[in-house]
């Protein structure tokens, strides 16, 4: 069993969404609730999606259970991760998803990784940075009187600012536009720079896949909907 990439989601939706995604382009995808106590059942899987119950969940219990998912991915030889949360970055000033990137860099001691929320399908797209939801920024959605995750900024930049320890940058649609080389190329100035966070423009399906084809050359630490933390 060889695992290529070991995913996981705040929640079981998320968790849903992705590994039906990973399935429709190819890839034998295991779903699990919760991190198992064994891998008993992955079968031949090529990628792992965890669903687990961290979206609003306090931070530190968030951060505890995403590590777990992720030293238990680790042991299984996963070699590419993903953090999968709600494509409208659901989430409040002070986390989930700045400090379980966070933690999960550490873990991996790693330097870099995407942020791109966009899920095309869903009409949820990224451009200039800006999380848009159909044709709206995402503060001027419904998302803007969330109960408990109320979102009145569209700034994925300055969400992760606010969020995160590390520095974050942009890497525009018209970087992704020009192709792989070239995103790649974005990707390696950000970490030349001592920027840990790419957030990254995406408009279409063929973004996604530019982003992911660079990402993939490098291997980045990657999550998100579509390819990114996120």
Same mark, same amino acid.
């Given at each position: ?12 939706? =998320?968790?849903?969404?992705?590994? !039906?995604?990973?399935? #429709? ?8 609730? =919760?991190?198992?106590?064994?891998? !008993? ?8 999606? $965890? ?11 968030? $951060? ?14 996963? #070699? ?15 986390? !989930? ?24 399908? !869903? ?10 939801? =159909? ?15 109320? %979102? ?7 969400? %992760?600012?606010? #969020?995160? #320890? ?8 018209? /970087?992704?536009?020009?192709? $792989?080389?070239? /995103? ?13 966070? =790419? ?27 579509? $390819?990114?933390?996120?």
């Amino acid at each position: 069993m060889t695992i290529l990439l070991g995913c996981i989601a705040d929640d079981f939706t =998320g968790a849903t969404d992705l590994a !039906n995604t990973l399935m #429709q382009r190819g890839m034998r995808t295991v779903q699990t609730i =919760g991190v198992p106590a064994a891998d !008993n059942g992955l079968g031949d899987a090529e990628a792992v999606v $965890v669903a687990l119950k961290s979206r609003t969940s306090p931070v530190a219990d968030a $951060v505890k259970a995403s590590v777990a998912a992720l030293e238990w991915l680790r042991g299984l030889g996963a #070699q590419q991760f993903f953090f999968k949360y709600c494509s409208t970055f659901d989430s409040t000033p002070n986390g !989930n998803i700045g400090p379980v990137a966070d933690a999960l860099l550490d873990a991996l001691g790693a330097d870099f990784a995407l942020v791109c929320p966009a899920f095309p399908a !869903n009409a949820r797209t990224v451009c200039q940075g800006e999380l848009f939801v =159909g044709e709206q920024l995402l503060s001027d959605s419904s998302m803007k009187d969330h109960p408990l995750t109320p %979102m009145r900024d569209s700034n994925l930049v300055r969400l %992760m600012v606010a #969020q995160a #320890q590390r520095r974050v940058g942009l890497v525009p649609f018209t /970087t992704v536009d020009a192709g $792989v080389k070239a /995103t790649t190329a974005a990707f390696e100035s950000l970490r030349s720079a001592g920027i840990s966070y =790419g957030v990254v423009d995406a408009l279409t399906d063929s973004h996604l896949e530019i982003i992911g084809e660079a990402a993939s050359a490098h291997r980045l630490v990657t999550g998100g909907s579509g $390819v990114a933390l996120g």
